[in-house]
């Protein structure tokens, strides 16, 4: 609730190489079909459409044949210090649970979109419409996640039912659920992706892959410099791409 | 004078009257009249007997399983049960008759048995089963083992949900007092 920052035993992050990503989508369509996302009739207005995972386009601005294109992925960043939670008037949303994954409970949320204006990555979304399932659509509904009605806000959440899973299967298997090994517990984007661009895993567990990755001298984090500390990062080994994750000078160095 | 007196005085006395009339009537309306409007009663469509089936010396696991992945599977099959009842008995006792129908209705058909669940959540909720192994069953469900019939099924006519459901606060509640987080996302999806 409070604006401090917060940390916890486990840190679960992404880590996106925008080098490898192609922009094909498949993290999009996974995140959707795992999340109970209902197709939409109108998916061109954007203002409408809810995309928890959304694939952004860079460009290098240049003229061919120096025109350079990159894409990039962009998921919740579960902030360490998140601008959405202490605006939040209800306490629908919270960073308060160990892994520090923002929590979005639906029910309690009562729709005044504060934390969409708070949130500086716009990775929340509010549903104008009650979801509807074509005919015949209704059966890709999973029970993992539950499916929200109109009205209020909702977001990613590292497809936080899967670690709950790992979690359990872990227990009947009689080993450690706080202390799950790499790939136990990936969401729908990561296990999807056909390039290999994103990892997943626990930030502070040296036995992670993204450990390292994380403290790659190419990885950056979305607009770092207002501190949110978010909890996804990219790479790149482009300065150009690396320029477009902050609003740098043009004589500053990124 | 003296008369309007008089009047006023049984006037208040009327008063009370009402009052305690009123009170009564709202406390039975709302202690007795309006649970009995809010949840209909439903028995459950086979009158199965956990006694009988603990007497055979099952314990809760050999019906109620986990899968390997960790999730509990609830309730058992059709299938699993007819692998003991796959012929009717034939016979004449109410138990046979009940065994009879589960088999003539469910088990030939191979049609699962439509249970009414006590303790289904809505579906924002996640309960780790694995998470509560440490627990008596009966620390959260009615103890049906010593129960000859199933008790009767109570629903919210206006949730829809059965009124035998944790609610959150018993779930806050014992997580306070056993340490556990009551982070959002512990239980909510």
């Known amino acids: 609730m409070s604006a401090a920052h917060q940390e916890f035993a486990t840190k679960w992050g992404l880590v996106i190489d925008i080098d490898k990503c192609t922009g094909c989508g498949a993290c999009m369509v996974a995140c959707q079909t795992e999340n109970n996302i209902a197709p939409e009739k109108d998916a061109s207005n954007k203002l409408r459409t809810l995309t928890w995972m959304n694939v952004y386009e860079l460009k290098n601005g240049k003229e061919f044949p120096q025109a350079e294109v990159a894409f990039l992925p962009r998921p919740c960043m579960q902030c360490g210090n998140p601008s959405c939670v202490p605006v939040c008037p209800v306490v629908a949303t919270d960073k308060n649970e160990d892994g520090g994954i923002v929590s979005q409970i639906y029910p309690r949320c009562i729709g005044c979109r504060y934390c969409m204006a708070a949130c500086p990555y716009h990775s929340r979304y509010f549903g104008w419409f009650d979801p509807v399932w074509p005919e015949g659509m209704e059966k890709t509904i999973t029970p993992f996640t539950s499916t929200r009605p109109r009205g209020v806000v909702e977001k990613c959440h590292f497809c936080h039912h899967r670690w709950n899973q790992a979690k359990d299967a872990a227990r009947i298997a009689g080993t450690d659920p706080n202390n799950l090994p790499d790939g136990a517990y990936t969401p729908a984007c990561v296990e999807v992706c056909p390039t290999g661009a994103m990892a997943f895993g626990d930030l502070k567990n040296p036995k992670h892959k993204v450990y390292e990755l994380s403290r790659s001298k190419y990885a950056f984090r979305l607009l770092e410099r207002l501190n949110t500390d978010p909890q996804v990062y990219y790479m790149t080994k482009r300065d150009w791409v690396r320029r477009q994750g902050d609003n740098y000078l043009p004589n500053e160095k990124a | 004078m003296e008369e309007r007196q008089s009047n006023k005085a049984g006037g208040v006395g009327g008063v009370v009257l009402l009052f305690l009339v009123g009170f009564v009537g709202a406390l039975v309306v709302g202690w007795w009249v309006f649970p009995q409007v809010l949840f209909s009663q439903k028995t459950q469509p086979i009158r199965f007997s956990h006694k009988v089936h603990a007497e055979q010396g099952l314990d809760c696991e050999s ?40 088999v003539t209705q469910y088990a030939k058909p191979g049609i699962e048995v439509p249970w009414l669940v006590y303790q289904y959540q809505p579906d924002n909720v996640f309960f780790s089963h694995a998470a509560h192994t440490g627990f008596e069953c009966t620390t959260c469900h009615p103890d049906v083992a010593n129960m000859d019939s199933p008790p009767p099924y109570h629903e919210n006519r206006l949730s829809g949900y059965s009124k035998q459901t944790m609610k959150m606060w018993e779930c806050e509640r014992c997580h306070a007092s056993m340490g556990t987080s009551n982070a959002c996302y512990v239980c909510h999806k």
């Open chain 2, 63 to 102: 019906c109620h399983t986990f899968a390997k992945t960790g999730q509990f599977l609830g309730l058992p099959s059709t299938a699993s049960c007819a692998e003991c009842h796959p012929d009717e008995t034939g016979g004449t006792t109410d138990d046979e008759k009940e065994i009879d129908k589960f």
